[in-house]
T-cell receptor
């Protein structure tokens, strides 16, 4: 079945360093890929999405490229800030067995950025 | 536009009680989802409605969990009877058909079952 695997957390970085959160996916469909971010006490919110292979998505200094050949969608940021501390979820949307669709989330990666 | 509204934000229940969580989706959204979130299991789908029709009922959650869409702008999730293992954050999300399946989440209800 469809699945998403991402970097096991927690990840702790110092402000100003670079971030990579790995995300790999499995599906026989042509999914849209997403990164969501969840701050404490809030629900997940969309960071960005990429519906087409070989395209890049970005927001707030974060970016990821939809690599269909490698089935990857790694999240990167060149210089993290303390305010980036949150949980990051990789996800894909794909048709479900009921004929509708489903959003499949990875397990989440907790990022803590130290000042 | 108002986002997804969930009430209450926190709920404490005794084992065996019935609790009802509420959700108001973004106005005009067609799809509504209930998820359970725990540190160990992450995000687990409980129910999915499309235009008020139940599309997914979350398999393993069928016996004590029941979600309903009373109208296009209001949904409830009933847990009956509650057990301590139900302690988690319950998230409601909505989506507009044709939006490439982008979900908008509420802030969640944190349930503690004693």
């Amino acid at each position: 079945g469809d699945s998403v695997t991402q970097t096991e957390g927690p990840v702790t970085l110092s402000e100003g360093t670079s971030l990579t959160v790995n995300c790999s996916y499995e599906t026989k469909q042509y999914p849209t890929l997403f990164w969501y971010v969840q701050y404490p006490g809030e629900g997940p919110q969309l960071l960005f999405k990429v519906p087409k292979a070989n395209e890049k998505g970005s927001s707030r200094g974060f970016e990821a490229t939809y690599n269909k050949e490698a089935t990857s969608f790694h999240l990167q940021k060149a210089s993290v800030q303390e305010s980036d501390s949150a949980v990051y979820y990789c996800a894909l949307s794909a048709p479900s067995s009921s004929g509708s669709w489903q959003l499949i989330f990875g397990s989440g990666t907790q990022l803590t950025v130290m000042p | 536009d108002a986002g997804v509204t969930q009430t209450p934000r926190h709920e404490v229940a005794e084992k065996g009680q019935t609790i009802i969580l509420k959700c108001e989706p973004v106005s005009g959204h067609n799809d509504l989802f209930w998820y359970r979130q725990t540190k160990i299991q992450g995000l687990e789908l409980l129910s999915y409605f499309r235009s008020k029709s139940l599309m997914e009922d979350g398999g393993a959650f069928k016996d004590r969990f029941k979600a309903e869409m009373l109208n296009s702008s209001f949904s409830t999730l009933k847990i009956q009877p509650t057990e301590p293992k139900d302690s988690a954050v319950y998230l409601c999300a909505s989506s507009l058909r044709g939006s490439q399946n982008t979900l908008y989440f509420g802030a969640g209800t944190r349930l503690s079952v004693l």
